[in-house]
């Protein structure tokens, strides 16, 4: 069989067009390739092709039967949506132009109607307005039937109700008939207020009102004893009476106001019974307290506040047991004692007001006022119970001018107190000297008349009505407690050459009182209300920081803290120049003992009786003869922080100047052990229990000092290998911590120790 050599020729794709050949070529290709015997699979490939061709024939033609009958439908449906819209635009253009028809038609009946409804509606408010009349006469009518047969209750109701309506009626713009209303009210308010207040003045007069004694030296004037329960009677029923004319006269009558500048609280007006009861004493207070009178004088202010004051407490007996059963029974919620007090208050308001500007730069008489008008104000909260929500003399005296006038004149006597405390030949003795337990801080006359003077301004703005004016009194007395700092710095820059003497000692007792009041006073309510008052004010004006925002609003801090930090550092300068003076003094009866020959001395062994160095008694003597005297001169947590300092610098000058500035034998190790233990530690025994604990310098020196041979070899050893160990990491090795600790050493380093073991003059040959 003949071979037959077959050349396969590549065909080409082009990528521009839909390349049949190359897709045949392919197909070929993948179906046959180059194995001949697969072209016996042929006619199954013709045969599969030619179903699939069949296939693909009748899909188009399915195709494209169906997609011109979709089109057609979709264009018949648009014809059919288009002939409806038609339909309807025709529709509405015929409805349009029957309602435009029909609207031409009724726009005369539409014109005609509008003019009968409005007048149909003028009709219905001429109706009302005639209805509201006809009510009013309805009721005007009642109230004079009610007269005609002497029923004043139901007077006072009607005319109560009549009322209501007036107040109903606020809101309308007929103005004729407001005005025809509150002429009716007025005309019978007028009647039945005359006619009931007389018969209730005449009852008062049975009653022997107002009381001008005390409450068990009145009498009520009464014919008989049986006829009390009778007036008792009247007054309850024209109290009552009065009572349902308090909507009518609060209507017509326009209380009397101070000016705006006052800032006085809103309250209600005093209701009308009260009002009648206390017309004699408004009568009998202007008599005496305005005009040319005699009792009406500037420098006399105690005389009209007095009177006030008798008054209250002379009719509060009477308006507790009788007037408040009354209101309580009538439902009201007045407080009959506090209602009549707000009443007499506001006639103090008015003649403060007329006499404060006629004295305002008098300084003497301003102050006097002042004063007097705060033991008014004290009385009246105190013993009447008067509530701070009422008016008050406080919001006269928070007046601008006068509330300036008031810091200014107070900072002066403040200042002129001051000069006067301060130059007095007692200014610096304590009052309770003699009194040890009353004494325990030592404070010096002049500081504690400072401090009291402070609690007396305190005492004095603290019910003034608003925080803003609290503040700045608060600021007053920041800027005197600053001053009276500045004060005691002169005078202390004054005895710094006498920095143990009595007076300095005072001048420190004082700073100390005053930063230790003033913190407790930080604690008070009064001054943490003042302090969130200063927070808030202090965050609208973005004055602080937001840290100091934060620690005033967590408490953190106080109002007094400025003041306190600089009277804290007054007193630590002053405190360390006390201890530097003695620490000097001490160093120089120290300088002999700084010589002592420690290394010659005998050993314990050749001595009788161990007995303190000679070179040591001066400096002990100076150190007990100081301590000693400022323990009399400072107060007892001065003094406590005074000898632990200066505890601290001896201990600190002894071990470096006179333990490392020499070298021990046995004998002098245990000379400066006993020295130490036995005399030094001793002087500070009194002032707590292991003084030695102030002394730790000292008290581990002697220790390793003092050590027996053997324990100093061996804790020489530790340290050595220790050192070592610094470098080779043997962790099995002691540490030189423990065995220091072990010994009672913890303040002293390491190589503060080695140091001391080589200052010991005895060592044994050990042959290394």
Not at 75 to 93: P, Q, V, W, Y
């Amino acid at each position: 069989m003949a071979t037959v050599a077959v050349t396969k020729k590549e065909v080409s794709r082009d990528l521009d067009h839909c390349d049949i050949p190359y897709y045949v070529s392919e197909f070929v290709e993948r179906e046959v390739g180059n194995d001949y015997d697969s072209l016996r699979k042929l006619d199954n490939l013709i045969d599969k092709l030619s179903e699939n061709k069949k296939q693909l024939e009748e899909q188009v033609l399915t195709v494209s039967s169906e997609v011109p009958k979709r089109i057609q439908n979709a264009l018949k449906n648009a014809e059919d949506s288009k002939k409806s819209l038609g339909r309807l635009l025709e529709e509405e253009t015929l409805l349009s132009d029957s309602i435009n028809s029909h609207l031409l038609k009724a726009q005369p009946w539409m014109e005609d109607l509008d003019v009968l409804i409005s007048q149909v509606e003028e009709i219905e408010r001429h109706l009302s307005y005639l209805k509201w009349i006809s009510r009013i006469e309805e009721l005007s009518d009642s109230i004079q039937q009610y007269l005609m047969t002497n029923n004043v209750p139901e007077a006072a109701s009607t005319l109560a109700f009549m009322a209501e309506l007036d107040i109903k009626l606020q809101e309308s713009s007929c103005s004729h008939l407001l005005a025809f209303v509150r002429s009716t009210v007025k005309f019978w308010h007028k009647i039945l207020k005359d006619k009931l207040s007389s018969d209730f003045e005449e009852v008062l007069t049975q009653l022997h009102w107002p009381f001008v004694g005390p409450p068990q030296s009145q009498a009520f004037g009464l014919a008989a004893p049986a006829s009390a329960p009778d007036v008792y009677n009247n007054l309850e029923t024209l109290f009552c009476q009065l009572l349902k004319l308090q909507t009518s006269d609060e209507l017509l009558t326009k209380p009397k106001q101070l000016p705006e500048k006052y800032s006085l609280p809103l309250s209600p007006p005093i209701i009308l019974p009260i009002q009648i009861m206390l017309n004699p004493l408004q009568k009998r207070f202007k008599y005496h307290f305005t005009g040319n009178k005699q009792t009406n004088v500037l420098n006399k202010p105690e005389w009209y506040l007095t009177q006030v004051l008798m008054w209250i407490g002379n009719h509060a007996k009477f308006l507790d047991d009788k007037i408040q059963p009354i209101l309580d029974k009538a439902g009201s919620s007045v407080n009959a004692g506090l209602e009549f007090s707000r009443a007499l208050v506001m006639l103090i308001l008015e003649k403060l007001a007329a006499d404060i500007p006629c004295l305002l730069y008098d300084d003497t008489l301003f102050c006097h006022l002042v004063d007097e008008v705060l033991l008014f104000e004290r009385e009246l909260y105190s013993v009447h119970g008067y509530l701070s929500s009422f008016p008050s003399c406080m919001h006269i005296l928070s007046e601008e001018s006068c509330f300036q006038r008031w810091l200014t004149v107070e900072k002066k006597f403040a200042l002129q107190k001051m000069d006067s405390m301060l130059s007095s030949e007692a200014a610096w003795i304590s009052q309770y000297k003699d009194i040890t337990d009353v004494d325990e801080m030592k404070v010096p006359d002049c500081a504690e008349t400072f401090m009291t003077l402070l609690l007396v301004i305190t005492d004095r703005y603290k019910n003034l009505p608003t925080a803003s004016r609290k503040l700045q009194f608060l600021g007053l007395q920041k800027e005197l407690v600053d001053d009276f700092r500045i004060r005691l710095t002169q005078v202390m820059k004054e005895e710094t050459r006498a920095s143990l003497g009595f007076r300095y000692c005072a001048i420190l007792n004082a700073v100390n009182y005053i930063a230790t009041v003033l913190a407790d006073w930080a604690d008070n309510v009064f001054f943490l209300q003042l302090q969130q008052a200063e927070l808030e004010v202090s965050a609208e004006s973005n004055a602080v920081s937001k840290l100091q925002l934060g620690q005033l609003a967590s408490m953190e801090s106080s109002v007094f803290d400025e003041m306190i930090n600089l009277l804290e550092r007054l007193k630590h300068d002053m405190l360390t120049r006390q201890v530097d003076h003695v620490f000097r003094e001490v160093k120089d009866a120290a300088k002999l003992y700084k010589k002592e020959r420690w290394l010659s001395l005998p050993s314990q062994a050749e001595q009788a009786v161990m007995s303190l160095s000679s070179t040591a008694c001066p400096m002990l003597l100076t150190l007990r003869d100081r301590l000693l005297q400022l323990e009399q001169q400072l107060c007892h947590s001065l003094f406590k922080v005074f000898w632990q300092m200066l505890a601290e610098k001896v201990d600190i000058y002894i071990y470096q100047e006179i333990i490392m500035a020499n070298h021990f034998n046995e004998g002098g190790a245990a000379q400066l052990q006993f020295d130490m233990s036995r005399n030094l530690f001793p002087l500070f025994s009194h002032y707590c229990k292991r003084p030695e604990n102030y002394f730790k310098h000292i008290k581990e020196a002697c220790i390793i000092l003092n050590l027996n041979i053997g324990s100093a070899l061996l804790l020489k050893d530790v340290l050595q290998s220790a050192s070592e160990n610094e470098t080779t990491l043997k962790p099995n090795q002691p540490s030189a911590t423990a065995a220091l600790n072990e010994l009672g050493v913890y303040k002293l380093a390491q190589r503060d120790v080695e140091i001391l073991l080589n200052l010991r003059a005895s060592w044994p040959n050990t042959g290394k």
